[in-house]
């Protein structure tokens, strides 16, 4: 464990000193100061923050950066021999994991092999077809226009808005280097489309080979076509690979559970996927949380006791390397905008205990699962799942049940307790193990009554294939929709740009992240823009262009009088204040 953690020490350092050592603070600042006066449109309508850079703090970040390498070299320089005796069973982890997968997909029947692959094809085909057919949401054109494009020093220190999933913005800034800007949409979302393809795959394996291949295909089936699973399979943000960060902790943690085999490659996992998942959102605290309470608590024995004294060290070590992966985010922007953000600010007490059950059903339930009148039967598999499995199941099959209800409850008391109520799409990831939750225990009971059982396996089967065809159904239609208004936004900020320049002022949500998105791409001068705010402390100036959704009333105190029509196209209207033409 020592040597883990060592290693872990040492890549930290690295990837700050690769981010750091090269940029003097004399070009930094600039350049983060920048960043921080372009997001202010992005901010909207929180004020955008000074930011806490100085000199002294950046040295002190680079000398920690060149301490953590050196730590990390010296150690593993010292234990050498450990070390590479370590490195070489880690590998024959690897290779023993890799056969054991591949037996156990030889020892699958026909059919149901045929059926999982069915399965998993469609799954690619379907994220194919998204990843081509779906436009850039406001979110993305923030995390791309803000966080990656001022390149790895800021996005690794700049954090002025939550949108900013660091290790995300890191990976796709590579790619849109040097790039032309014709068609960013693609290879902005390449990682995330291409780690979810393998995450799929060696998922659905690893949960086949801990559970059955129907548990795995069931979780795999519904999961993959949740609303939430569908959008975040292609979408240039940090929730897709952190959800499947928080599959590969539970899987690792898992194996830890079962026994004494591949424990080497599965602590390396559990804490290469909780770091990852970490620095990819601050809110991998939660799937973290649950895995670490089910190693401490679950099981008895020495083994047991050896395993908690290694996940409270592990977990220990894991918080403390996250964090230094945010020292750039707290030193050069400070640590109240990572820490205490209007996402995460704690909410007035009267306030948050009136709004909690109506935040959780219907709101966050309809959010991850599609309908709000699954919050009952999911209450239900909560209270009464893991009891099934401990009855009927498998005695393989218990720890894979508390371990999944660990990752679906446990961030409900972390919630409690910092008084917040966060985006829906923050608890994405619990779906997954409730999910499988569902299928051990649809599998306990098929064990306890075969002929009921597999009716229900059937049953189970046809419920998800029509949820997946329900779904795909409704994603073609809103993609032809969403396609088309993306049409009419380019038309009308082609129409603004042979205008003369002039105030803009945009009454559509998240249209003036667009304009600004479209004038960078085209390499046009930004236009003075007011975005959707109605304060009457903003309702002041006078406006050359109005753009508003198609039907809406031009606000009164502009005069409505003094404009005209300019173009309607879509879901959008442009007016232009008399006398303002087109470009000479």
């Keep these: 464990m020592l040597l883990l953690l060592l290693a872990g020490a040492g890549l930290v350092g690295l990837h700050l000193v690769l981010l750091y050592g090269g940029v003097p603070y004399g070009a930094l600042a600039p350049a983060l100061d920048a960043a921080n006066a372009a997001a202010g449109l992005a901010s909207a309508p929180w004020p955008a923050q000074p930011l806490a850079h100085n000199a002294p703090d950046y040295a002190r970040l680079r000398a920690v950066a060149g301490g953590l390498l050196a730590a990390g070299a010296l150690g593993l320089g010292f234990w050498r021999r450990a070390a590479g005796h370590e490195a070489r069973r880690l590998a024959h982890d690897v290779r023993r994991a890799g056969r054991a997968l591949a037996a156990g997909w030889r020892r699958t029947p026909g059919p149901a092999r045929w059926a999982a692959g069915a399965l998993l094809l469609a799954v690619a085909a379907v994220r194919t077809y998204l990843l081509a057919a779906t436009p850039l949401n406001p979110d993305e054109l923030v995390t791309l226009d803000y966080f990656v494009a001022p390149g790895p020093a800021v996005a690794a220190g700049f ?35 291409g780690l979810g393809l393998v995450g ?49 902790a539970w899987l690792a943690a898992l194996v830890l559970l079962r026994g004494p085999a591949g424990h080497r490659l599965a602590w390396a996992v559990w804490a ?4 990852a998942g970490f620095y990819l959102i601050p809110t991998f605290l939660y799937p973290f949380a649950g895995s670490v309470a089910a190693l401490v608590v679950l099981g008895r024995g020495r083994a047991a006791a050896r395993r908690r004294r290694q996940a409270l060290v592990a977990g220990a070590g894991v918080a403390v390397l996250a964090a230094l992966l945010y020292l750039p985010v707290g030193w050069l922007t ?17 306030f948050f205990w009136q709004h909690l059950l109506p935040y ?26 893991p009891a099934a499995v401990r009855r009927w199941g498998a005695p393989a099959w218990r720890p894979a049940a508390w371990l999944a209800w660990a990752g679906a409850v446990a961030p409900v008391p972390l919630l409690l307790l910092q008084g917040v109520m966060p985006p829906g799409r923050t608890l994405y990831h619990t779906a997954w193990p409730a999910l499988v939750l569902a299928g051990l225990a649809l599998e306990a009971g098929a064990r306890r009554w075969r002929g009921p059982g597999r009716a ?19 994603q073609v239609r809103t993609q032809a929709v969403a396609r088309r208004d993306d049409q009419s936004y380019r038309r009308v900020a082609d129409w603004l740009a042979a205008r003369p320049p002039g105030r803009v002022l945009v009454g559509v949500p998240g249209y003036d992240l667009y304009l600004a ?40 105190w502009l005069a409505p009088r003094r404009y005209r029509p300019g173009l309607c196209t879509g879901p959008l209207c442009v007016y232009q204040r008399a006398g303002a033409g087109p470009r000479p």
């Design 360 to 385: 959780y059903v219907p709101v966050t339930v309809t959010l991850l699962y599609g309908r709000a009148v699954l919050g009952w039967p999911l209450l239900g598999l909560l209270a009464l799942g």
């Design 159 to 193: 954090y002025l808005l939550p949108n900013n999933h660091v290790l995300h913005s890191l990976l796709v800034w590579p790619l849109l280097r040097g790039t032309p800007l014709e068609a960013p949409e693609l290879l902005a979302r390449l990682p995330v489309f």
């Design 334 to 350: 400070g640590w109240p905008l990572l820490l205490a953000n209007p996402y995460v600010a704690r909410l007035a007490p009267a």
């Design 272 to 275: 290469g996927a909780s770091g």
């Design 200 to 248: 799929l795959v060696v998922g659905f394996a690893g949960l086949a080979r801990l559970t059955t291949w129907r548990v795995a295909a069931l979780a795999t089936l519904l999961f993959q076509f949740l609303p939430m699973g569908l959008e975040y399979a292609v979408t240039a943000r940090g929730y897709g690979p952190q959800a499947l960060c928080a599959q590969a």
């Design 517 to 556: 998105h479209q004038a960078r791409r085209h390499r046009r001068p930004l236009p003075a823009m007011r975005g959707p705010d109605t304060r009457p402390g903003v309702r002041a100036g006078s406006y050359d262009y109005l753009v508003l959704g198609r039907g809406e009333a031009l606000p009164a």
């Design 456 to 474: 229900a396996w059937a049953l189970a089967g046809a419920l998800g294939l029509g949820h997946a065809g329900f779904r795909v159904a409704q």
